[in-house]
Each structure stands twice: as C-alpha cells, then as structure tokens.
C-alpha cells in the first residue's frame, strides 16, 4: 500500500494528515462517544454538518504552520482519530489526542504523540510543549508521562475541571534523545 500524498509525517503503524471534510463522520461520531469526551469539557458536535462545518473552517495549519492530524493506521487506512499541536490562548503549545474507544489501549496515542513531539522540537524547532488532562483521566496522564512530559502544575481550568499541566522543553527532549 502507498501512503497518500498529504502526509505530514508517519511513524511505525500510523500516518498523519490534515483535517478534512471527508472524515466528518468518523470525526463526528468520535465527539458523539460521551466516554471519549469524558474528561475534555468538550461538547459533542450536533449533527454531521456540525463537524464538516469544524472541519472546513478549521485554520490552524495556515495561522500557525501545524495543528491537530488525523491519525490513520497503515495496515488498513482506518482513520482512529486525531493527535497534535495546537496554540492555546496563552501562546502555549499543547500537545493533545483524542481516539475511537476502539482504539485505545493499543500504544496508538503515546506513539503518535512521540511522533508529534518529535515533528515539533525537530522540524518546527518549538522551545516548549504542554499537555494537560483532568486529574481523573488516568490513561491520558499515563499517556502524558511516557512520553516524558514533566508535571508543572495542577489548577482548575473552567471546562476541565481540576487539570493536572505538563510540560517538555526542546533542550531537555533534545537531552533524553542522546
């Protein structure tokens, strides 16, 4: 099998690309999974022209030259959800992932996170990543720290909840690479 030509990048067992319009029921449905949105503050998309109107409006590639990818498996270009960067309001960058329940537990989220941390510190020379989860979010915080991200702080953030912040310096990933 040949990857398509919008890859952005690829890593063992994925491959991801840009958001678009033709994953709007798979995206919708994704955001339609009470548990898989559980711990994010976020609702749940109305209906499918809800998520294809996300989706074609969605700008962050061009404002900031990354954003967050959907994640495909190569084995048979099953889309599984989504991983990436994406500039919150403080100017962080937060590094965040949201998959098919189906898919969890397979290594999928921490590999495509290595990957975008990588992609991150190596091609877009960023200085800082942060992640955040809800202190009850458990498999996400696992997520998190194996990919070590350090814990910075812990504070309630109005849609999450109590919010455990980690972060990653391009020097100290640069450092845990040699």
């Known amino acids: 099998m040949s990857l398509p030509s919008n890859v952005i ?59 967050r990818w959907s994640l495909y498996t190569k084995e048979n270009d099953t889309w599984i959800g989504w991983c990436g ?19 969890w537990n397979n290594g999928y989220a921490t590999e495509a996170s290595n990957a975008c941390l990588k992609y991150a510190f190596e091609n877009l020379e960023l200085d800082l990543i942060i992640a955040r989860s809800n202190v009850n979010n458990q498999a996400s915080i696992k997520v998190i720290k194996k990919i070590s991200l350090l814990q910075w702080k812990t504070e309630i953030d109005p849609e999450m909840g109590e919010t455990i912040y980690f972060q990653i310096s391009r020097e100290m990933y640069m450092s845990n690479r040699i």
């Open 85 to 103: 960067l994406r500039k919150n309001t403080l100017g962080h960058v937060d590094l965040g992932f949201r998959l098919h329940r189906r898919f």
């Open 9 to 67: 990048f690829k890593t063992e067992r994925l491959y991801l690309t840009e958001f678009s319009p033709d994953i709007a029921k798979e995206f919708y449905e994704l955001n339609s999974d009470k548990e898989v949105l559980r711990y994010t503050g976020d609702q749940a998309f109305a209906n499918i022209k809800s998520a294809i109107d996300f989706l074609q409006e969605y700008d962050s590639y061009e404002k900031h030259g990354f954003g």
